[in-house]
């Protein structure tokens, strides 16, 4: 079981540039979600998904976008990237059922630079 | 907006002091769990309150979840240095925009123990 994966772990963009972050999880959790994480903010929901071809806007999802066409794999793409968006990203993911979200699984994290 | 509230954002303490977060919730909660950080990784979950005034411990972590299910605490007895991290509650919460669950991050509380 390697619970939640996350590639690449770090990054360095040119403002302007797009690229994917991946997300894996090999626990058949439905529900799944991408948070960023900067100093004294916490961590903020970016986008999340509740099962496979569903998805839903977080707290923070301009810039971003996402889609999950298997239950396994919830990739976040930057379309075109800003220096506020240099932060750390977390996937996460958890089962779920009709009383809610359970315990939160974190990948290890991508730390994203855009110069 | 559905926010939890957590304070305080610091908390410096010499090894053997106790310590307590607390979160608070504009909304009634469906559960709140409860994470630790650890410098520079990525959140691990602890433990998850369900019932409205529950208490559960583990070893000196002693959780607790409000009568009106709105406000939690973390409390440890007696740190030490391995206790330093950043611990985060998460509020389980009915999406009043939407028609499924949000699960919302407070801020966090960075805890640092001086041996």
């Known amino acids: 079981n390697a619970g939640v994966t996350q590639t690449p772990k770090f990054q360095v963009l040119k403002t302007g540039q797009s690229m994917t972050l991946q997300c894996a999880q090999d626990?058949?959790?439905?529900?799944m979600s991408w948070y960023r994480q900067d100093p004294g903010m916490g961590l903020r929901l970016i986008h999340y998904?509740?099962?496979?071809?569903?998805?839903d806007q977080g707290e923070v999802p301009n810039g971003y976008n996402v889609s999950r066409s298997t239950t396994e794999d919830f990739p976040l793409r930057l379309l075109s990237a800003a220096p506020s968006q240099t932060s750390v990203y977390f996937c996460?993911?958890?089962?779920?059922?009709?009383?809610?979200?359970?315990?939160?699984?974190f990948g290890p994290g991508t730390r994203l630079t855009v110069t | 907006g559905q926010q939890v509230m957590q304070i305080p954002q610091y908390q410096h303490v010499q090894e053997g002091e106790d310590f307590t977060t607390y979160c608070n919730s504009s909304?009634?909660?469906?559960?709140i769990q409860w994470y630790k950080q650890r410098p520079g990784g990525h959140p691990v979950f602890l433990i998850q309150?369900?019932?409205?005034?529950e208490v559960k411990k583990q070893k000196r972590l002693t959780f607790q979840f409000g009568e009106a299910k709105k406000n939690s605490s973390l409390h440890i007895t007696a740190t030490q240095t391995t206790d330093v991290g950043t611990y985060f509650c998460?509020?389980?919460?009915?999406?009043?925009?939407?028609?499924?669950?949000?699960?919302?991050f407070g801020k966090g509380t960075l805890l640092t123990v001086n041996p």
């Open positions: 626990m058949n959790h439905e529900y």
């Open positions: 998904s509740v099962g496979a071809g569903i998805t």
């Open positions: 909304t009634t909660l469906s559960n």
């Open positions: 998460a509020g389980l919460m009915w999406n009043s925009g939407g028609s499924n669950y949000k699960l919302t």
């Open positions: 309150l369900v019932k409205s005034g």
């Open positions: 996460a993911s958890s089962y779920s059922t009709l009383r809610g979200y359970y315990e939160q699984y």
